[in-house]
């Protein structure tokens, strides 16, 4: 099938280079011409782990091409995806000028019938303002049908997770658009669940809502071992092994980040307050998420007499492994407020430091891990980057000037860094009195 991509981000870029993969002809177009530019010359815009090789493979094939033309790629389609950004506003509504400019553009262009399916993650109702706009610039008698097509990749994973989802969702206005849609995703051959457009919308926001209360949910009981002995380690383990539960997203840390969760946290709650019908359950998970990075702040504070004048060493930056996505961030939230409360941050990060640097040129960066903790009155684990876990704490303590540790994601047994000479404290987790 020819089609076209709008918004090559995160997940428009993974979305094209896996649907040409899959042997389709896809142009992925965006307004930013720097970005179209060096992806032309097979420069990432960002780092995922096997997206290089995919676009490359499929540039080379001339299945996938980039361009600034939304007119001619949307003509050239019959089937036209919307992937732009949809941040939040100051109140915790959604900020829909990249798909309203989207379906304009689309609308403007449009020579034939096309099938225009939103992956962007929008409020319920927003299928209905995307096919008012098309149907307001199109010729009279051209028909388009407007789909919800949610996405549920993750950063870090996110070609494993476009090439084998759990679920596709296709929220469809007719039985003829939902058949096409079936039959472009029928080569991954995954479930796929069809449905109106605007329970396909209401999905996305339950799906990551729930998952972001299920954090909160764990954090607040990691919360509650710290007064009462328990070990958070040793209660996951026992309740996420039941089925009915899972472990994933059950693992107590400095809370959610990320381009996603909070935004759509936030989002979901601003349009349950404008129907009248409150989430208070998710009221309550983003208020959990917002103080949990600044807990272990405290214990810092407490534990070091003050953080004025101290250097810190920080592990991690960015909002997940396996991404230079600093969105967000509870690691980079962390290392801010260090920063307000007077403590010199030195870090390391394997991919988001070139990211970090115009945001934050205070930060000491670092060659590796050692290097941040170099004379180091403590040392933060903010991000569970895999080669963290491996440390060498006797290198560490020779480093540091002095041997503290805080592990914001609980990566460290505290008995083995305790038998290195280190004062540990984790989340969820006894720590020093
Ligand atoms: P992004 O900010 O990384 O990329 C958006 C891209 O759209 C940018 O390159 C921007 O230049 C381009 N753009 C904006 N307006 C445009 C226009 N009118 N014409 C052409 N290009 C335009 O965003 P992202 O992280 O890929 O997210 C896109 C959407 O997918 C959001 O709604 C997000 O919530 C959702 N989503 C993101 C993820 C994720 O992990 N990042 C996962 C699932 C869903």
Redesign the pocket.
């Given at each position: 099938m020819n089609i076209a991509v709008?918004?090559?981000?995160?997940?428009?870029?993974?979305t094209g280079a896996v649907f040409a993969d899959l042997g389709n002809m896809v142009i992925c177009?965006?307004?930013?011409e720097d970005?179209i530019e060096k992806l032309r010359k097979l420069e990432m815009?960002?780092y995922e782990p096997g997206l290089e090789e995919m676009v490359t493979r499929n540039v080379e094939a001339k299945r996938l091409a980039f361009s600034?033309d939304?007119d001619t790629a949307v003509r050239r389609s019959e089937i036209v995806f919307i992937?732009?950004?949809?941040?939040a506003q100051e109140d915790g509504g959604t900020d829909l000028?990249?798909?309203e400019?989207?379906a304009a553009?689309i609308g403007r262009a449009v020579n034939d019938y096309k099938i225009v399916v939103n992956?962007?993650?929008?409020p319920v109702g927003t299928g209905d303002l995307v096919k008012n706009i098309i149907e307001r610039f199109k010729p009279k008698d051209v028909e388009v049908e407007v789909v919800s097509n949610?996405?549920?990749?993750?950063?870090g994973t996110?070609i494993s997770d476009a090439l084998s989802p759990d679920r596709i969702v296709i929220g469809a206005p007719s039985k003829r658009v939902a058949m096409k849609l079936i039959e472009l995703y029928s080569a991954l051959e995954k479930p796929m669940v069809v449905t109106s457009v605007r329970s396909a919308e209401m999905i996305?926001y339950a799906s990551n809502a729930f998952l972001a209360t299920k954090i909160s949910f764990i954090n607040s009981v990691a919360n509650l071992c710290e007064k009462t002995g328990a070990d958070i380690e040793e209660v996951t383990r026992g309740v996420g092994l039941d089925e009915r539960i899972g472990s994933r997203f059950l693992r107590a840390g400095i809370g959610y980040g990320?381009?996603?969760f909070p935004?759509?946290t936030e989002s979901l709650l601003y349009v349950s307050r404008k129907f009248g019908e409150e989430m208070t359950l998710v009221s309550e998970a983003i208020r959990i998420n917002k103080q949990q990075p600044y807990r272990l702040i405290e214990k810092a504070e407490k534990a070091l007499g003050g953080l004025k004048g101290k250097t810190i060493g920080a592990l991690g930056l960015s909002f997940k492994p396996g991404t230079d996505?600093l969105?967000d961030s509870s690691a980079l939230a962390i290392v801010a407020r260090l920063i307000e409360l007077g403590a010199r941050v030195q870090a390391y990060d394997p991919m988001a430091m070139e990211k970090c640097k115009p945001l934050h040129p205070e930060i000491n960066y670092c060659d590796d891990a050692y290097a941040a903790a170099a004379g180091a009155d403590a040392l933060m684990t903010l991000t569970e980057w895999n080669h963290f876990k491996q440390l060498s704490f006797p290198r560490l303590k020779e480093v540091m000037k002095s041997a503290f540790i805080f592990d914001g994601r609980n990566i460290y047994n505290p008995d083995t860094v305790r038998a290195a000479g280190f004062k540990y404290y984790g989340i969820g987790r006894e720590s020093e009195g």
């Open positions: 709008i918004g090559v981000g995160y997940v428009g870029l993974v177009v965006d307004s930013h970005r815009p960002f600034t939304t992937a732009v950004g949809t941040p000028s990249q798909v400019a989207s553009a992956k962007s993650t929008v949610p996405e549920f990749l993750a950063e996110a996305k990320g381009s996603c935004k759509d996505d969105r």
